[in-house]
Structures are given as C-alpha cells and as structure tokens.
Nanobody
Framework: QVQLVESGGGLVQPGGSLRLSCAAS????????MGWYRQAPGNQRELVAT???????NYADFVKGRFTITRDNAKNTLYLQMNSLKPEDTAVYYC??????????????WGQGTQVTVSS
C-alpha cells in the first residue's frame, strides 16, 4: 500500500521560514508529478506548487518568490521551502502525487496534511 506522509509543519512568526517534507512509501514503481496544496478554514483546497519528475516547476502567484518546491527522486521525497511567511499562509498543507505502484498503473494520492500556522 502506498502512503504519503508529510512533516515539518508548525507555528512560525511572520517573516519566518519552514521546510515541509513529504515521503512516499510502499511498493512504488515510479512517481510522476508531485505537488503541494493547502486548505485554510472555510476555503477550498488550492494549488501551491507542482514539480514534474524532471524538475519542471509551477507555482501559484501568491507564493512566487517566497516558496521553492524540490524533490529527491532517489528518496521518493518532496520538499517545500517556505520563506517570508505571512499570516495568510496559515493552512493545512497537503502533499499530492501521481504515481504507479507495483499493483496499479497510475493513481493519484494525497497525504494526511500538516498544519502550518503563521502568527505572532
């Protein structure tokens, strides 16, 4: 069974930084596009950033210049470096991946989420 497990969330002051990680585990054959999404209370889940297996990235306008998405294909791990954090970045951050396991061709998976709170 495939799992995505996020870590690295927490409480940080405005202007601070956090680094989120998402580790994929299980009988994985290959991971394709991975991404980070977030959902604040009362809001819909929204795209933060995505990265292809080859490293091509895409960012939401509200994080451009502040967040950086990277991945380590050898470790099946996704990262999100978040700098210059603002109170409006407060949300649950979710990892997402399109991957093929040893039992399936291609499916989309979500992690359980990690809380990021930006507050003084």
């Amino acid at each position: 069974q495939v799992q995505l497990v996020e870590s690295g969330g927490g409480l940080v002051q405005p202007g601070g930084s956090l680094r989120l990680s998402c580790a994929a585990s299980g009988r994985i054959f290959s991971i394709y596009t991975m991404g980070w999404y977030r959902q604040a209370p009362g809001n819909q889940r929204e795209l933060v950033a995505t990265i292809t297996r080859r490293g091509s990235t895409n960012y939401a306008d509200f994080v451009k210049g502040r967040f950086t998405i990277t991945r380590d294909n050898a470790k099946n791990t996704l990262y999100l470096q978040m700098n210059s954090l603002k109170p409006e970045d407060t949300a649950v951050y979710y990892c997402n991946a399109d991957l093929a396991s040893l039992a399936t061709t291609l499916e989309n998976y979500w992690g359980q989420g990690t809380q990021v709170t930006v507050s003084s």
